[in-house]
């Protein structure tokens, strides 16, 4: 729960004035719930103001002397508490409403700020003509409310994103009122800063800023077909190995760059491509190259839920047989295989900034990385309509690139991405402990066939089987429980019409 405390009941507790008691059971109460506390902008400076001027004031009155180490104690108090606070963003235009009605305008400005990040949040104010407002309770009644109760979540959604920018709020809004006022939205600084800070974080030589996952893939495919065979687009004769359960756009970029997807199946255990069977296929296929028009050209494996693929095995057979690798890590931003970044084992590596992603913008963006010079030109040409000069343009290009408005917001989450996938990891191991046994459930990892030191998983999704048929009753009960769920595939791609055609 979001709360909102007036701050004479702030400086009831911090000061233990008259009111002393109630506000410190307030206050207890909301540390022991978890619940996070906010304070408006506009009255940061008006609660430094009061509690040093209400402490002189108590001083005084006790014919104590205001010197300067009980300033240092109230400056104390103060910086304290305000390291266990949020604050929250006033827009201009709430404050020109509040002038417009001619009332309280610091009430009007604070709860109308408040409610617009916190809508479900709660003020507690014992001033009569703040409770003016729905969801503003006095001290008692907020304590009567929570008093055996304590903190239940009413449901369990898939995702909240509201929690997640709340939680940062300090830092997107800041970075997103910058960059609105550099007015800099086309491949502005932030993109590159990004990227260099990507690529020093995959340990990669470059990484460029794209429009979505789906285009770092097309772009990628794009330009190894530039590369390799000198052409735009690779012919349909062309296959790219990659798996049949991952969602639309990998099979659909390997389409959209002019080849054919090869679809290799999965090891069940893992849900990832089994480089077993992309050995066996090539094995038994490789005395056909010579007598057959179509070949394998590459490999598109995708790290599904934010579990690495083998890449060890992965890359040798790559070699054997000359084919690129572009990962796919749409899903496992910040996973790892045998202490690699995922996206800096293959030729390149293809990730989505989509809104649910491990890190994720306030729209689509991704991103490409790369060790290969050439191939990171070729991307930054094709991304900006095909050439180095727009007006005389080299290749079949797009305009794909990333706005400088997500990549702001990309850098302010991007800081909080390890903390993020430890906290992913750490509520993992919980589920694992406690479902752990139960019949006809079939965890994540738990049989993995390589070693847990091989690959560092960042769940993107907590992904369990479930056996028996059971699978929809099972989804009905947590329904039912308000906890959401979701079936991650359906319907796995070799099945799809598009790639029937």
Known sequence: MDVLLDINI??????????????????????????????????????????????????????????????????????????????????????????????????????????????????????????????????????????????????????????????????????????????????GPQVKELEDKIAEYLNVKHCIGICSGTDALVLSLRALAIKIKGEEYWDRDDLIITTPFTFTATGDAILRSGATPLFVDIDPNTYNIDPARIKEYLTQNSQLRTHNSTHVVGVVPVHLYGLSCNMDEIIEIAREYNLFVVEDVAQAFGGMWKGKKLGSMGTAGAFSFFPAKNLGGFGDGGMVSTDDDELAELIRMLLKHGGKDKYNVDHIGYNARLDTLQAAILLAKFKYIDEFNERRRKIAGIYNKELLGLDGLVLPITHHPSPITDFYHVYHQYTIRVLHTKRDELKEVLQRKSISSAIYYPLPLHKMKVFHK
């Open 10 to 187: 702030l400086i009831d507790f911090l000061l233990k004035r008259e009111g002393y008691k109630t506000a410190k059971r307030v206050y207890s109460s909301i540390s022991q719930s978890n619940f996070r506390m906010w304070m408006a902008a506009s009255t940061v400076d008006n609660f430094y103001y009061v509690i040093h001027s209400e402490a002189k004031r108590l001083r005084e009155l006790n014919g104590e002397e205001w010197t300067d180490r009980a300033k240092k104690e109230v400056e104390d108090l103060f910086y304290n508490f305000m390291g266990k606070v949020s604050i929250y963003t006033v827009e201009p235009k709430s404050i020109r409403k509040a002038l417009s009605k001619k009332g309280d305008i610091e009430d009007e400005i604070i709860y109308t700020n408040f409610k617009r990040i916190a809508p479900k949040g709660v003020v507690i104010s014992s001033d009569k003509g703040f409770r003016k407002y729905p969801d503003v309770i006095s001290p008692a009644e907020f304590l009567e409310k929570h008093k055996n109760t304590g903190y239940h979540l009413s449901s369990i959604p898939l995702l909240d994103l509201q929690k997640e920018y709340k939680y940062m709020l300090e830092d997107i809004d800041h970075a997103i009122l910058n960059t609105v006022a550099e007015a800099r939205y086309i491949l």
